[in-house]
């Protein structure tokens, strides 16, 4: 049988002896846990109950004598309200013991305090009815005498039934210790026989399995000691188990130990030959590195004079490609302005263009100017002819004014002198009398009429010599306007053709400063590839510089490498030594082994 299967059947046995010690005491826990429960839910929530009991009933005495002995109305009212509420808690107390007592022992006896409990309460209904009408002597005597005796029995009944819940409670209590000492008792006997069966196991084990090790151990000392002819018992070796695979695995390691130290042997007298002509070849690669190390110096230094060589060509190279950068600014800077030179004769162009066309329209207008004025002056003759004319009339008009003022004046002469026969004539003459009176008023109106006719008549004159002496002024004025604007027309001529030789001059301008937009354009266009050319040097200089500085950081690199490997030729040549030395090292100690 195999060690695993041996192990196997030994694990299970104390697997199976745990599972029912634990299943045990799973068991007897959870009994005792129902002993528990039960014990906590019947005794001793009954045990409570009944002192709850017991204290609410003692409150309902005490409220009840206080409602005895209160004086006021208001402490009676206080005191009753003490009372109903001593009474709910005792109900609530006989509820709660009826629900948590199940014993049907206590049936009686909860039945009798139940009863007890409902005659004390119809007699606190009674003497509280007579103490709030007034009747405290009564409620008094019917407390002592009926109240205090019916109290006492309640009291025992309680006491009782406090006793027998005490006595059930420890009884229980006492039951679940017994259990749990018998729990232990039985777990104690199933570990007992664990621990028997543990070292049963284990004296078996040992016996099986530390003979067979110990022989494998006495042949791996044999080994370590070069006995390579050792071998095992052929009891240990026909076994069906692990130690048995051990044991044909040794004796197979051994075997192939023994071919592989032979091979070693043979090995090392190999590895001493080739140690001395590897010595040779690291010498010859010495000489080879130095002369390496000695080429890449010379080299190195023609690499830095190389890069200082193009580092100076690169600076200059900048500093041209800045010039160019420079020069192309001041050509599009001169490219700018003369641009703006051109758009700003453009303008003065159209500008002495739009001067002329303005001019001839002032031409024009002067010409109109004139003819219209020259017609004006005209008119103000006609004007003048015709003020005098009217001036004429109005000499008419004053005469005919006075003719009758005159008219007027001698009207009321003889106006007054009818007057005066009307009254010679008496009442006959009365009527010519009234007649006469409104002939005399009527030459009266016409004289003041004439009167303010002629003053009229004269402002007219005044107005009209007026009118004559503007129309003059005003002639004249229109002469000197005719006079200014024949000086204005030969100015207006002169203008224009100052302005024709200007927009000519200005023109032949625009056409030089083309050319000299077109010639800044060509400069502006070889500037521009020679700055573009320039940068294509700078940056094919600046990518020269790199690879010649690459070319540096390599030379050095090859340097350090040539260097490391002279170091690690150095290091090989004292690896060759070493290794000569652990050849014969290793065919002195390889002696040790017996094949």
Not at 364 to 379: H, I, P, T, W
Not at 547 to 575: H, K, P
């Amino acid at each position: 049988m195999k060690l695993g299967t041996k192990l196997t059947i030994a694990f299970l046995s104390v697997m199976i002896l745990g599972a029912l010690i634990g299943l045990a005491a799973w068991l007897g826990v959870n009994r005792i846990t129902q002993a528990d429960q039960q014990l906590f839910q019947h005794d001793v929530q009954s045990l409570a109950a009944s002192h709850d009991l017991t204290a609410g009933f003692l409150k309902l005495r005490i409220a009840g004598m206080t409602l005895i002995d209160a004086v006021t109305p208001q402490e009676r009212q206080e005191d009753k309200d003490n009372l109903l509420t001593a009474e709910i808690v005792v109900k609530n107390a006989l509820a709660a013991y009826q629900a948590y007592d199940e014993n049907a022992q206590d049936a009686g006896l909860f039945s009798q305090l139940n009863e007890h409990f409902l005659r004390y309460q119809a007699l606190d209904t009674e003497f509280t009815s007579e103490i709030l009408h007034g009747n405290r002597q009564a409620a008094r005597e019917a407390y002592y005498t009926v109240g205090e005796p019916l109290s006492q029995k309640i009291n025992n009944l309680l006491d009782e039934l406090v006793a027998k819940n005490r006595a059930s409670a420890q009884k229980n209590s006492a039951d679940n210790q017994a259990l749990a000492s018998l729990l232990k008792d039985v777990l104690a006997g199933l570990l007992s026989a664990v621990v028997l069966l543990a070292v049963l196991l284990g004296v078996f084990f040992a016996r099986s399995i530390v003979q067979p090790v110990k022989a494998l151990g006495q042949t791996a000392q044999d080994i370590a000691a070069g006995k390579l002819k050792s071998q095992l018992t052929p009891g240990l070796v026909k076994r069906k188990d692990e130690l048995g695979l051990l044991g044909r695995s040794m004796e197979s390691m051994v075997s192939s130990l023994r071919q592989n130290v032979s091979l070693v042997l043979t090995a090392s007298d190999n590895l001493s030959d080739t140690s001395h002509g590897l010595q040779g070849s690291v010498k010859d690669t010495n000489n080879a590195a130095d002369n390496i190390s000695h080429k890449v110096e010379q080299t190195s230094e023609l690499v830095m004079d190389q890069s200082a060589s193009v580092t100076e060509t690169t600076a200059t190279s900048e500093q041209i490609v800045r010039n160019l950068e420079n020069l192309d600014g001041l050509i599009a800077d001169q490219a700018a302005s003369v641009t703006q030179s051109s758009a700003s004769i453009e303008q003065m162009m159209a500008n002495i263009a739009a001067v002329n066309a303005n001019m001839e329209k002032l031409g024009q207008a002067f010409r109109q100017l004139v003819e219209v004025s020259d017609e004006g002056r005209k008119k103000i003759d006609g004007v003048v002819s015709a003020i005098g004319d009217v001036a004429g009339h109005s000499e008419k008009l004053r005469e005919a004014n006075t003719a009758i003022t005159s008219i007027a004046a001698q009207t009321n002469l003889l106006a007054m002198n009818a007057a005066i026969e009307a009254a010679h004539a008496g009442d006959a003459g009365r009527g010519f009398a009234v007649v006469a009176d409104e002939i005399r008023k009527l030459a009266e109106s016409s004289s003041q009429e004439s009167h303010e006719i002629a003053s009229d008549i004269k402002t007219i004159q005044a107005r009209i010599q007026a009118a004559k002496d503007v129309s003059t002024a005003a002639d004249q004025s229109f002469k000197a306007i005719l006079e200014q604007l024949d000086i204005l027309g030969r100015f207006e001529q002169e203008i224009t053709s100052a302005m024709s030789e200007q927009n000519e001059g200005s023109r032949q301008i625009l056409e030089a400063t083309g050319q000299i937009n077109a010639v800044t354009a060509k400069v502006r266009g070889n500037s521009s590839e020679m700055l573009e050319g320039s940068r294509t040097i700078t940056s094919e200089m600046q990518k020269l510089l790199e690879a010649t500085e690459q070319l540096r950081t390599n030379i050095e690199i090859i340097a350090q490498d040539s260097r490391a490997i002279r170091q690690t030729v150095e290091q090989v040549e004292g690896f060759s030594a070493k290794n000569t030395e652990l050849a014969q090292e290793l065919k002195t100690a390889m002696k040790v082994f017996q094949l």
